[in-house]
Every structure is written in C-alpha cells, then in structure tokens.
C-alpha cells in the first residue's frame, strides 16, 4: 500500500516528483476563487476521511481544502467523538474506515499507533503528525525554500530550541533531498538519534552547536518550533528562560544570518518565546507561504497515494 508515513520510506525521486506536481497545481490555480475545483480533479469520486486525535487548524483545513479542491469529499472525524476514544481497538478502526473511503490521513500520538493503522488499512495512510515526525510539513517547507531560493541541495538548515517531531521530518529531508543539518538546542532536548543517523548515513552533514550565534552564520534557512510540543508537559517559567530562551530567533541572532537566509516556523508560533514577532512578521519570513503550501503540497501527496 503506497502509505505516506515518513520521509526515510520513500524514495527521493518521488518526494521530488511530488513538489514538483504541487508547484504546477499551484501555478494552475492562479485567478481561481478557494471554493473553485482545479482544473484537473484527482480526487474526483473519492472519499477521504481526516481524523484527528489532537488539535489543529493548517492540516484540519489545508486537507479538506486540498481533498475539495481536487473533487473529492472528506470527512472530517475527531478521535474523542469515535469508539477509538471508547476502547475500540486501531486495527478495527482502520478495518472499519477502509470500508467507506478511499484514504485516510490521520493525526495520533504514538507513532507506532499510525504503522499499526497503517498495517490494518486497505487503503492509503498519511501521516498527519505523529509525536515523532510531520512528514507533510516539511514536504511544504522545501517547496517553499526551493519557491523562494531555488534547489536546497546542497544548502545548510540551521534549527533553533527543541528536536521536536517536525525536526525529526526535517533530518528524513535532510537525506532525503541532500541538504546539511545544525542543531542548536539545549542537550536534553535534542532530535532523535535514529533521524540523525538516516540523515547522515544518506550523505547529509548533521552537526551540534550550541552556541546559537554561531550555528546561525552560514545557514541558508532558520527554522524553529513551539518549544513543547502538543504531547510534552509545559516548561516551567524557569526552564523557559533559563534552557530555551538563548535559542529564541530573534533580531539579533537574524542579523548574524546570511542576508538572504529565510526564516521557516510551522506555526502555531508562541510570539516572544521561540521567535519575535519582529521575526516573524520580518522580510526573511516565509510562515505564511509554509502555511499555503501545506494545500498544495498534501493534494500532490493524496494523488501520489493513489497513482503508486
Ligand atoms: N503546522 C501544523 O501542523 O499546524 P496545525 O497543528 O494547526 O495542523
């Protein structure tokens, strides 16, 4: 089953080939109205099921818009509204929905819960954020790069604060399509080792800084995320100043940057914390164009599911 879990599973000529796609379904669209078909409709006849364990508002709507888009239906399903919150098992589930749909996009905790639903499924699986990775993020995050810059081969990423799921995406992508990688967070919270070593066994240089003034200087693209993510406890007001606030991306760690460096945040951003809005709402962000992406790219990501 062509399943979309995790950047390290599928080869880079198809990641290529699905920006690639994105980028002409995006072009194509230009003049037409949010609630307008696209010109050619991949879904059309399909039935897609969206279901969510956890909060969210980009891959919530950025999914029904693509599926709507493209002329299919989705429905959207909350994991508290479904016997899954009642103890049904995830194998059922995904036996169940295989029945009625066509593919299935879904946003859980353990990762080992997604290849489990994905083992189970008849139908295409995408990852839409597990508490390890967040594969569609970044596939919209290097087709905004490459948008902006042109390729990110060969380009150095330089990640602020904690090595969270979308950093473990961004290390699959690192191997996957040939750029360098810099981590600049507190020790305790640094990405996956296994993510590390596909990034570096694929031929990317992974490096450590912890000096952040320093990781910042020869990077092409700034990233950064919420500092906790949805399945970690809060910080306390101490640990916040006294680990994560030297990696906050702010004006002066921007202006030791490359002048055309860009800055990237998957957004939701907790202005002040891990980014300023200075930065933020700056010349060298891109969040929103990230943002818009994820419509793009997740249509390329569905039609890819189908067509394998
Ligand atoms: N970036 C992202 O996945 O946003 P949501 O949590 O709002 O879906």
Redesign the pocket.
């Given at each position: 089953m062509p399943d979309f879990l995790d950047l390290s599973d599928i080869p880079s000529r198809d990641l290529e080939g699905i920006i690639a796609r994105a980028r002409e379904t995006k072009n194509s669209r230009i003049g037409r109205a949010n609630g307008e078909t696209d010109a050619d409709t991949r879904l059309g006849g399909k039935l897609v099921a969206l279901v969510f364990e956890?909060?969210?508002?980009?891959?919530?709507v950025s999914f029904e818009a693509a599926v709507r888009q493209q002329g299919g239906q989705a429905l959207v399903l909350y994991g508290s509204e479904m016997q899954l919150g009642r103890g049904e098992t995830v194998a059922d589930t995904a036996r169940v929905l295989s029945r009625y749909v066509d593919l299935i996009m879904i946003?859980t905790f353990d990762h080992n819960s997604l290849f489990e639903f994905a083992e189970h499924a008849d139908v295409p699986v995408v990852n839409?954020?597990t508490n390890k990775s967040?594969p569609?993020?970044i596939m919209a995050d290097i087709m905004t790069y490459e948008e902006k810059r042109g390729s990110i081969r060969g380009r150095s990423i330089a990640w602020f604060g904690s090595g969270n799921n979308v950093c473990t995406s961004f290390l699959h992508a690192a191997g996957r399509f040939g750029f360098d990688f810099v981590f600049s967070g507190p020790v305790e919270m640094q990405p996956c080792s296994e993510a590390v070593d596909f990034a570096r066994e694929n031929g990317a240089s992974v490096q450590f800084e912890f000096d952040p003034y320093s990781a910042v200087v020869d990077a092409d693209l700034i990233v950064t995320d919420a500092w906790t993510s949805?399945h970690d406890a809060e910080l306390s007001e101490k640990d916040k100043l006294q680990k994560m606030l030297p990696f906050q991306v702010n004006g002066d760690l921007m202006a030791k940057a490359k002048p055309d460096a860009l800055f990237m945040h998957?957004?939701?951003a907790h202005r002040e914390e891990e980014v300023t809005s200075e930065v933020m709402d700056g010349p060298q962000s891109v969040v929103f164009d990230e943002?818009e992406n994820?419509l793009h790219v997740q249509k390329s990501i569905l039609s890819w599911c189908l067509d394998s």
């Amino acid at each position: 089953m062509p399943d979309f879990l995790d950047l390290s599973d599928i080869p880079s000529r198809d990641l290529e080939g699905i920006i690639a796609r994105a980028r002409e379904t995006k072009n194509s669209r230009i003049g037409r109205a949010n609630g307008e078909t696209d010109a050619d409709t991949r879904l059309g006849g399909k039935l897609v099921a969206l279901v969510f364990e956890k909060p969210s508002t980009r891959t919530r709507v950025s999914f029904e818009a693509a599926v709507r888009q493209q002329g299919g239906q989705a429905l959207v399903l909350y994991g508290s509204e479904m016997q899954l919150g009642r103890g049904e098992t995830v194998a059922d589930t995904a036996r169940v929905l295989s029945r009625y749909v066509d593919l299935i996009m879904i946003r859980t905790f353990d990762h080992n819960s997604l290849f489990e639903f994905a083992e189970h499924a008849d139908v295409p699986v995408v990852n839409g954020l597990t508490n390890k990775s967040h594969p569609c993020q970044i596939m919209a995050d290097i087709m905004t790069y490459e948008e902006k810059r042109g390729s990110i081969r060969g380009r150095s990423i330089a990640w602020f604060g904690s090595g969270n799921n979308v950093c473990t995406s961004f290390l699959h992508a690192a191997g996957r399509f040939g750029f360098d990688f810099v981590f600049s967070g507190p020790v305790e919270m640094q990405p996956c080792s296994e993510a590390v070593d596909f990034a570096r066994e694929n031929g990317a240089s992974v490096q450590f800084e912890f000096d952040p003034y320093s990781a910042v200087v020869d990077a092409d693209l700034i990233v950064t995320d919420a500092w906790t993510s949805m399945h970690d406890a809060e910080l306390s007001e101490k640990d916040k100043l006294q680990k994560m606030l030297p990696f906050q991306v702010n004006g002066d760690l921007m202006a030791k940057a490359k002048p055309d460096a860009l800055f990237m945040h998957c957004l939701p951003a907790h202005r002040e914390e891990e980014v300023t809005s200075e930065v933020m709402d700056g010349p060298q962000s891109v969040v929103f164009d990230e943002t818009e992406n994820r419509l793009h790219v997740q249509k390329s990501i569905l039609s890819w599911c189908l067509d394998s």
